[in-house]
């Protein structure tokens, strides 16, 4: 079983829809949770961390649930800039060490 | 520019020779790795330094792979005999202190090998 697996994608959706990705993880240990985006090419950016309260940054909201191992992303009214691929990501201490990558979920955005 | 930079972006090379790639980190910060990302897939982690110590390295990085971070600021990724397989995106981040951060890395913009 992979450490982090994520929903294969793609999601193609148009603008102002609402969309959801979800992510779970293996290993039990994991303390630190992330979202990343990465635009075809280029690197991964932070997107956003995830904490077992929930957390909302502007259209996105994380949820975390430490019990099922699971961790969610919700976009809402998106745009098409959001189209990009995003990737669920776990770190066993809360600094230093591996990030450990999911494989990613494509969203593409279309007017 | 503050960002972590790497050097080449791009490398052609042919099977069997060495190739070596820099990663120029975040000034302020002491924690750098490097990450191998191929089509399709998510970064998968390579190696881990903390200023000049290496204090992790993932069965991923055989004995062809050596990193090296001399004084705690730059660091090389060298692959020796490269392969064909060796062909992807070679990303390094960089993370502050604990103490400053939260555990989140800053990517660097990739250095993209082919091997023919």
């Known amino acids: 079983r992979k450490e982090v697996e994520q929903d294969p994608g793609p999601f193609n959706v148009p603008e102002g829809a609402t969309v959801a990705f979800n992510c779970t993880y293996s290993?039990?240990?994991?303390?630190?949770f992330f979202w990343y985006r990465q635009d075809c090419r280029k690197e991964p950016k932070l997107l956003m961390s995830v904490y077992s309260s929930g957390n909302e940054d502007g259209r996105f909201t994380a949820q975390l649930n430490r019990a099922s191992q699971y961790i969610s992303l919700l976009i809402r009214d998106s745009k098409l800039s959001d189209s990009a691929t995003y990737l669920c990501?776990?770190?066993?201490?809360?600094?230093?060490?591996?990030?450990?990558f999911g494989k990613g979920t494509t969203l593409s955005v279309s007017s | 520019d503050t960002g972590v930079s790497q050097d080449p972006r791009h490398k052609i090379t042919k099977r069997g020779q060495n190739v070596t790639f820099r990663c120029d980190p975040i000034?302020?910060?002491?924690?750098l790795y490097w990450y191998r990302q191929t089509l399709g897939q998510g970064p998968e982690f390579l190696t881990y330094f903390q200023n000049e110590a290496q204090l992790e390295k993932s069965r991923l990085l055989s004995d062809r792979f050596s990193a090296e971070r001399p004084k705690g600021s730059f660091s090389t990724l060298e692959i020796q005999r490269t392969e064909q397989g060796d062909s992807a995106m070679y990303l390094c981040a960089s993370s502050p202190p604990t103490s400053a951060g939260i555990g989140t890395q800053y990517f660097g913009p990739g250095t993209r090998l082919l091997v023919l």
């Open positions: 000034s302020e910060h002491n924690r």
């Open positions: 290993n039990s240990a994991s303390q630190s």
């Open positions: 990501v776990v770190n066993m201490r809360q600094a230093g060490t591996a990030l450990i």
